[in-house]
């Protein structure tokens, strides 16, 4: 997944920017403009405004959106660099590249889930990870003694066996939220991605939940295309939320949907609906296409649902 995603010839570190309309998936602030405008809300009320860091940037267009100056985006893609330095946005490639010691805030939007996991299987009372098989010609799935840290992750999480699915150990996620913590210290981190709490696992009729995308659809098996497509799966967020406890986190955990609508969405909705009233023609048909915009990113059956973590350092 690494190599697929991130080497010298990974879907994220060619010249194509993925997330637009031409690429091939759309987040929220492609979908909305005003998502942005909702984040920057929250940040007003918690008196964020000290080297504010956001993880995988793209372009810039949440920054754009939140119209702080003094955010700096952290981007693997150096096409999606060239297109903030074009912008003025600061930016760099590795949280590591930084040259600040604290902040304020860390956040993602659809970030966790292109951090690469790797898969446990339960079967024959024991655990096994799921690996790549290189052979000449082709890869294959092959079966190999779980390693320790990955067990060690599976019990701190309190996952219990079962055969009936997979398991996406996110052993990344934690070192990656870790070393963020012990190099920037943030008062805050927030996320905001697909996924599901671990209590709920056994209800999802998937027995995985790694899945590919390309031109906006779902796509081949990972092995089938890699680094032409997009590797992606559901975050367990509880197992985020355990992680951020044990670094000293007050978490919460609450659908995208229910976070808009406590930071101003009615309010912005309510005044383009009585613009939509007032006006004819092509400004008309801009604020619809606003509205029809905002209702997208709310909507519980799709961006709406999905889940909002928010950390507050004890």
Known sequence: MEEALYSELGFFNTDNVR??????????????????????????????????????????????????????????????????????????????????????????????DNVPCSIAVFKENDWYEKVVNITKDRFSYAYQPIRDEQLNWINLNKIEPNKHYEVELQTNIDNLIGNLNSRLQPKSFLFFDYGYLQKNRKNRKYKSLIRTYKNHHLSVDPLDNPGNVDITYDINFSAVKENLKLLGYKVSIKEQREFLLENGFNDIYDNLKNQYLSLEGIEKLKINSALNGLKAILDSNGLGGFYCLIAEKI
């Open 19 to 112: 997330s637009s309309e031409k690429g091939d998936f759309l987040t929220s602030p492609e979908v909305s403009k005003y998502f942005g405008v909702i984040i920057r809300s929250w940040i007003d009320s918690k008196n964020f405004y000290e080297n504010i860091v956001e993880l995988g940037s793209g372009t810039g267009s949440l920054i754009e959106q939140i119209d702080l100056k003094n955010i700096i985006a952290i981007e693997l893609s150096s096409t999606a660099r060239q297109e903030m330095e074009n912008k003025g946005i600061l930016n760099v490639k590795s949280h590591e590249d930084l040259n600040i010691l604290c902040t304020d805030l860390v956040y993602g939007n659809e970030i966790l």
